[in-house]
């Protein structure tokens, strides 16, 4: 690996006082100091050892129906530009993965183009190449890493295959700044309701528990098509859920009492749930009775996000972490938002979630997680990689 763009020298390290921070470190041999604390330990040698370097990530998502290509230059975020073929599963209910497939081939390099356009960056520019290398479909997830082989091999620049769920994560960094030492993370997604330890987010992520049946997304849109909602559901019902009563119906929060919760503090069991809403649906239909569907659309929210956000701040004060940090798809929705910034004022817990456009599939994310293991000085991936559909949350990168 070799890194060109040499920002600080020893002159510079008189002249600017302590350069050194927010920038990644290199020696002249182009190892990366792993924190700036280090380096300064080393008394006056550091100005002579070490070299600040501008970083340029370029981040390619594909692992579901978004093409993702974003660029992240030294911990900024320069440009993010995304393609969906989303538009096309609304006549199907869901998501077809060939469709998702050829839709990557089709988008891959007018979506990298505008969003080199858009950071102002040549790929010559480009120091390292991240992509999602799961979890996710197996089409897709091949379409970005293939792309991502072919740019890093020619570019001369290394590879760094990432997980899709870590970064749902790391994109945070770009938003709301550096992580604290450790914290909880709550991915929640169409494909994930996870609940993770992070020590670091290039090093050191524990899964602590996950869904043992459908994910939230995926409940989500499984009551949508219920109640006879567009696809995905997931936004509809969040829309829905805000015009009716939350306290109207009841509806039962899997793992969440007694022995169940005990054996699984922190997994989560949305199917029961799914079930509940669709008894209760049937058993109107069979009175002839109207179908409350806003009342509906709020009690079923309300289940959901009342277990997520009970499970996570439990998990932050078990391990001693004060920040929790909220990723994925479903973290978009409004009552999720709500609910944790609410229980966790309550109990001293700081909540970090992105924006919106950052909580959906994007390259930023990748972008973002690329960034943490190249200025962590960690190895790149082989060229050889292959994608992983059900990639282990305990690993980051492959
Ligand atoms: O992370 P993501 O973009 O893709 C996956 O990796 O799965 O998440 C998509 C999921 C879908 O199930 C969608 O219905 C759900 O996130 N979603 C929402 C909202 N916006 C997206 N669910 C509930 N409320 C929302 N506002
Ligand atoms: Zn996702």
Known sequence: MEFTLCVWTQIDVAARGDPFSGSPLFSREGRVARSTSNVSRRGGTRGLDWYAVSITILGIETS???????????????????????????????????????????????????????????????????????????????????????????????????????????????????????????????????????????????????????????????????????????????????????????FPRGLSQGKDKARHPYDFSFSGLKTAVARYVEGLKERGEEIPTADIAAGFSEAITDVLTEKALNACEDFGCDTLVIGGGFSANSRLRELAGQRAAARGITVRIPPIRYCTDNGAMVASLGYALVSGGLESSHLDITVDTSMDLNRIQM
């Open 64 to 250: 579901c129906d978004e093409t993702g290509i974003a660029l992240v230059r030294d911990g900024e975020l320069l440009a993010d530009v995304t393609a969906t073929s989303m538009d096309e599963y609304a006549r199907y209910g869901g998501i077809i993965p060939e469709i998702a497939s050829r839709a990557h081939v089709q988008t891959m390099l007018p979506t990298l183009d505008a969003a080199l356009e858009k950071a102002g960056v040549s790929l010559q520019d480009i120091d390292a190449v991240a992509v999602t290398a799961g979890p996710g479909l197996v089409g897709s997830l091949t379409v970005g890493v293939a792309a991502a082989k072919a740019l890093a091999y020619s570019l001369g620049k290394p590879l760094y295959g990432i997980n899709h769920i870590i970064g749902h994560l790391a994109v945070d960094e770009l938003v709301d700044g550096p992580f604290p030492e450790k914290f909880i993370g709550l991915v929640v997604s169409g494909g994930h309701s996870s609940i993770l330890r992070v020590g670091s987010i290039a090093t050191d992520v524990e899964e602590l528990g996950g869904t043992l049946d459908d994910a939230a997304g995926e409940a989500f849109d499984k009551v949508g098509r219920l109640l006879g909602l567009p696809y995905p559901g997931g936004p509809h019902i969040d829309r829905l859920a805000r015009e009716g009563d939350r306290e109207a119906i009841r």
